[in-house]
């Protein structure tokens, strides 16, 4: 007769069938080439153990973080990117790169498959690129692969180590082609998301200047590019770019507007800079002579800079010497050096009203001269009466 039933496991039996499948799923959650970011738990003599958030930790070569004397170049609780390579004997193995060191063609077979960066040594240029040492391996990585900037030739890339990604894995490893270019790329793609994750208005920003343009400067923060208005180059009028800034220059912004659906952000270097308004009282006190540069012509009046950012009005009224005159160029040219006379001052709305130096000080001499003969008249003295008509005829003539 035979026994339908089946038969009980064994006590015990069952549960190790759940607890190895759960740890076979947690393995499963990463898949060979993926890219985490971990924290080191723990630092052996030969391997580095990072929190994966998974069940169980992963492991790490520990001559992967020594340099070239033997220094550690990592630390318990830092931060470290790691590509997952495979589960073995119960770990999680991870790499941060990968050379053909250890395990010959086979990692390398295992870094393709999984796009996981090795490590190679560009030792010289052949037809088309250049030829590449990894491991025990011969690549090749053609000239448009390299991540080489136009200025840079050969002697930047040939005799240097560099990571690679492996695109092309042919004969059992005897036909390998590498390119840097992908992992540059791959790099700037996620500095520049990071970069719009965290970039914000009205902070101040430090950035190198990618390029110069007739409507102002575009400036590299991170990752992304924002652009400097002409109208934000400084508190002076700016013509051309190249007047304050050159290409690669190191310099601090402030984050004016971000347009995140657009794409765009918009910079300011001036508000960096100090605010010369906030000084003028003390520079250019009403009633003061100073030197300025006639900076442009309107037919209200003439522009005068004062120092950089200031510019006050000599009003169309005040240029003719008392004769009506139909536009300033009658009176003066755009570049041309002047003495002006600060009549008033209002900070507040940015404006200081000017005129002439040369007429105002006429004005204040005959109005000196005058007030001088009135004192001694009014003194009672016939002899500065008398000359005080003289004076006065004389003028009227003029």
């Known amino acids: 007769m035979v026994n339908d039933e089946k038969e009980m496991p064994v006590e ?3 549960d190790f069938a759940t607890l190895l499948a759960a740890s076979d799923s947690s393995f499963a959650r990463f898949t060979p080439g993926q890219k985490i970011e971990a924290k080191v738990i723990k630092i052996t003599a030969e391997w580095v153990f990072i929190d994966t958030g998974a069940k169980g930790e992963g492991v790490l070569d520990r001559k992967e973080f020594l ?64 030829e590449v040492k990894v491991g025990g391996s011969r690549a090749f990585c053609p000239f448009s692969q390299t991540g ?52 914000t208005e009205g902070e101040i920003v430090s950035g190198t200047v990618a390029s110069l343009r007739e409507f102002g400067a575009f400036v590299d923060i991170g990752g992304i590019e924002g652009l400097i208005p002409m109208s934000e180059l400084g508190w002076k009028r700016v013509k051309d770019a190249s007047e304050v800034l050159s290409v690669g220059q190191q310099v601090k912004v402030l984050v004016k507007r971000v347009d995140r659906e657009g794409g765009k952000i918009s910079l300011s270097l001036r508000d960096t800079l100090a605010d010369p308004w906030e000084s003028l009282a003390g520079n250019f006190p009403e009633g003061s002579y100073v030197s300025g540069t006639v900076s442009r012509l309107a037919n209200f009046g003439a522009f005068v800079t004062l120092a950089d950012g200031i510019d006050g009005l000599i009003p169309i009224s005040r240029l003719g010497g008392g004769k009506r005159i139909n536009h300033p160029r009658e009176v003066l040219k755009e570049g041309e050096r002047i003495e002006v006379k600060v009549e008033s001052l209002d900070t507040a709305a940015r404006k200081i009203s000017l005129s002439l130096g040369a007429a105002s000080r006429a004005v204040e001499e005959e109005e000196s001269e005058l007030a001088a003969f009135r004192q001694q008249a009014a003194e009672g003295s016939t002899k500065s009466l008398g000359s005080l008509g003289e004076l006065l005829k004389s003028k009227m003539k003029k």
């Open 12 to 14: 015990g039996e069952e």
């Open 148 to 199: 080489l900037r136009r200025d840079e030739g050969a002697e930047q890339f040939i005799g240097k180590h560099f990571q690679f990604r492996i695109t092309e894995y042919r004969e059992n490893g005897r036909s390998i082609v590498v390119s840097r270019r992908v992992l540059l790329d791959e790099e700037r793609q996620a500095k520049r998301a990071a970069a719009w994750e965290t970039v």
């Open 67 to 130: 340099n070239e004397d033997g220094t550690l170049t990592v630390t318990e609780g830092a931060k470290v990117s790691a590509w997952f390579v495979a589960s073995r004997h119960g770990e999680m193995r991870f790499t941060t790169r990968m050379d053909g060191s250890a395990g010959g063609s086979s990692q390398l077979e295992d870094a393709f498959n999984g796009g996981i960066p090795v490590q190679g040594l560009v030792e010289k240029e052949v037809k088309g690129g250049y």
